[in-house]
């Protein structure tokens, strides 16, 4: 697995959405042809210029799988905490027994069981143990415990909620809406530190990026303009020669 090595929002211009993206660390100083490329994995919702909208795929197929679920809350000392900030909201994608995601920071995996309305997740969850600021962590901790509580699960055109034996809300989420790689201006939120910790930008730190139709890539370092071409093929991003 490539460690995660930053992450990036939308920026104020658009309703911030959460991209996560895995990418090896570029040398300190590259510029210009002489530098490699880049390779990344990339993560977000897929979509087609004529598929059927998340809510449509979830009524036609009266199931939870095939599209991305995002946090909405989580249930802590007995109440749920509602998350207003899109950034690092946990999400989960069930595909085929399989569900794979993310609890705010760390990516998690494992499998589940469903029938009808019953829901129940197999332990033991993998995942990848980088340690998050707060209050990730916190949401990590209770996200993981959620999902070792759950035995059923309640699902509407655009909501998926998890309960408990007594059925309790453990955990909210909603459909996250396909979103383009290309076109958005992201802007970063969040880094790896080179210690496999993810920790926060710099508060007034404007470091962005924005990827174009036309495999060209630019933004700002905080400092200095870059520029770049990239190609995307499924879910790996090459990046690069760069330039600043």
């Known amino acids: ?16 959405l959460v991209l996560g993206l895995s990418l090896i660390p570029l040398p300190v100083g590259a510029v210009g042809g002489d530098s ?3 390779e990344a994995g990339v993560e977000t919702s897929p979509s087609a210029p004529d598929a059927p909208t998340a809510a449509q795929a979830i009524r036609a197929a009266g199931s939870l799988e095939g599209v ?16 207003d900030d899109p950034q690092g909201r946990a999400r989960l994608r069930f595909e085929g027994g399989r569900v794979s995601g993310s609890a705010g920071c760390n990516r998690l995996m494992g499998d589940y069981i469903q029938e009808g309305d019953s829901l129940r997740f197999e332990p033991p969850m993998a995942s990848t143990m980088m340690a998050c600021p707060e209050p990730l962590m916190g949401q990590e901790q209770a996200v ?14 655009d909501r998926l909620e998890l309960l ?38 710099l508060a007034g730190a404007q470091i962005t990026l924005e990827l174009r139709e036309d495999g060209t890539l ?22 690069g020669p760069i330039a600043t």
């Not at 460690?3 to 911030?16: E, G, M, N």
């Not at 991305?68 to 998350?83: H, P, R």
Request: proline share 6%.
């Open 144 to 157: 993981h415990a959620a999902l070792r509580l759950v035995v059923s699960h309640r699902l509407t055109a």
């Open 36 to 38: 490699a490329p880049v």
């Open 68 to 83: 991305d679920w995002m946090l909405l809350g989580y249930s802590a000392g007995g109440a749920l905490v509602e998350l």
């Open 164 to 201: 408990d034996a007594d059925g309790g809300l453990l955990l909210r989420f909603a459909v996250l809406a396909p979103l383009p790689l290309a076109g958005p201006v992201w802007q970063l939120v969040a880094y790896n530190n080179g210690k496999q910790a993810i920790v926060s930008a």
């Open 218 to 239: 630019g933004g700002s370092d905080g400092c200095n303009r870059y520029m770049s071409g990239f190609t995307l093929e499924g879910g790996r991003l090459t990046i």
């Open 1 to 16: 697995m490539v460690p995660a090595v930053a992450r990036f929002s939308l920026a104020p211009i658009l309703k911030p």
